[in-house]
DNA sequence: CGGTGTCATGTTTACGTAAACATGACTGCC
DNA sequence: GGCAGTCATGTTTACGTAAACATGACACCG
């Protein structure tokens, strides 16, 4: 059972003074064990050097008193926090939550905890905003999963020193990246169309602002120019299964189109949907691959042939990379990125003849 | 443009001694404007008296050393962190990471951070874990987003006076809860369901140990029973899309079905899937309504009827009622329950004659 | 012109921890 | 039996900040 002592209340007499004390010390539990402070420390640390009976006297007055280190004074004492921070617009897109949960767990992992500094709107006052506040957080690091041009319109100064790494973005440059291997991704969809038999491959694009959006579409429009086949124009959508649904119309009206390329799952979803009520059949007369392979995917209609984005490494490796910085081993800018799989699903097939 | 300096080495000779400062302290800034440390303290918080001559060096100081207050130091000294601690299974249920999203934001807004805690699996020792660390992470209080009935499970204790609240759980007689209607929510979906002319209604509930599972189905069973409607079967998902569409493929096989109430959208797709594989077609022959309203279920085949959860509101309202604890305002156990709304799509109708 | 206030600024101290150094007891060796 | 060495434990100090208290300069008053 789990037990939960009432919150005592702030104006308690525990104390002969009348203000009883917030929290208990390393030297409370010294003076009940009878011994000094720094023995009590040497306990709480596992240093040798502390005969048993003392050991456990001391075991005996923590637990008696409730003790529990201060993680503030650990952090001034050691000027580290154990604690990295994870700057984002959102968990709202299903790449980002995953990325955040694995990134969480693997912190935990190496002993670290997760601050997340949420920026609510890409404006320059809100990213100004978090930056400023991360100088002051309680911080050894940042993951940036941001789109790095967003920074770069505001004026923004990193502390010297910041460890820092970038996910989804094409600061390699500056800042060690980690990212999914967007291009590689996009090729394997498109190439997978072609070998069906398709002519050619339209292409349903993410927002312009967005750096893996950008990397999609120029694989996709590379695929096609090597081999020889016309680029139909680029739709552009939000990522939102709305937006997909909406340009999935504008496709359907166009009968050459056989072939879709939609850069994320969701608005693949809303193709699907455009497509069915048009009543052109996927994938007899069309086929639509994704990008993702979010959890849902295989029990769309029909299931979605989509590419597998492994968010989990993504994450490992951004922890991986920004603890690399933190412990001063060698590690500059450069890309690291993580390999994606396509996964064939019942929307694609060989166009009808 | 972003500017960062680039990471000086650990061995680098700024400092005459060999060893470089690690970090600006009020001191270094007090020493350079050619005042005390206290003064640099009052400009730094705003604290009146100090003459404007002098508050101009010290920002100006400040400045050129590249000053950031230290965050261990400042939460020693006021014995808090600003900081709110999140302790969940997993970011990837959709509901989670909009609550957590929202817990985020809002807590921003009130100058707090948030710290996240996954806990990977729901073992007794991941638990016990996660709250042993809790006591010495820098965590002003605790939000769970966890089944309290599996913290029961493992023999947890939580720091006296620890700040605490909790979602989606049933253990208001404990601890302040914020949770969504469930039950009104589930209402809703089945209420919706008869009056469209449904004999009665089928329901794909979430795994057993789940708290808002248990919930829906009881709503479920109380209308159906309320109505002096026969109570079917209860289906058991795990909230996946493909527990749904096995499920799906049960209830398909049963010609007297045609009224299905999934307890999460996600399901709800599964089931989609499955009727439609078996050729029983949405709504004509069978009414299908979910639960969450994710993003994507106005674009499912058919656009999804389904009850949506505001988790938005539900994240502001724990940080409220956390903080209220946190600042000694008046606040006990008990429930605070988010409303929900039924959102009619096209995956309803009334049954075919 | 001395006393009293006011105000800007400096000095001391405490927050909780742990490294570095100090002490004192006991062991073992010649 | 005395001395070096080992080992458990205690004492001092520093980490960066800010409250509490102290100081010293100047202004205004009778």
Redesign the pocket.
Known sequence: MIKIEPPRLRASSDVPGGRR???????D??RLA?????????V??G?????E???EQVLAAMSELG????S???S????RFNTIGVILFGLSSIGNSRTVEAIATHAAAEGYAITLIPVGAPTQDNVLGAFTRMGELAVDGVILIIEVHLLDAAAVTLPPGAHVVVVDSDAGDRYPVVDTDQADGARQAVRHLLDLGHHTVWHLAGPAGSFSAERRASAWRQVLEEAGRPVPALERGDWSADSGYRAGLRLAADPSCTAIFAANDQMALGVLRALHERGRRVPEEVSVVGFDDVADAGSYLPPLTTVHQDFAEVGRRCVDALLRQIHDEPSGPGTDLVATRLVVRASTAAPEV
Do not use: I, W
């Open positions: 004390k917030q929290r208990v010390s390393m030297a539990v010294a009878g011994v000094s402070s720094q023995t009590v420390s040497r709480a640390n240093s040798p050097g502390v005969v009976t003392t050991r003790y529990r280190p201060n503030a004074a650990r001034l004492r050691y000027g």
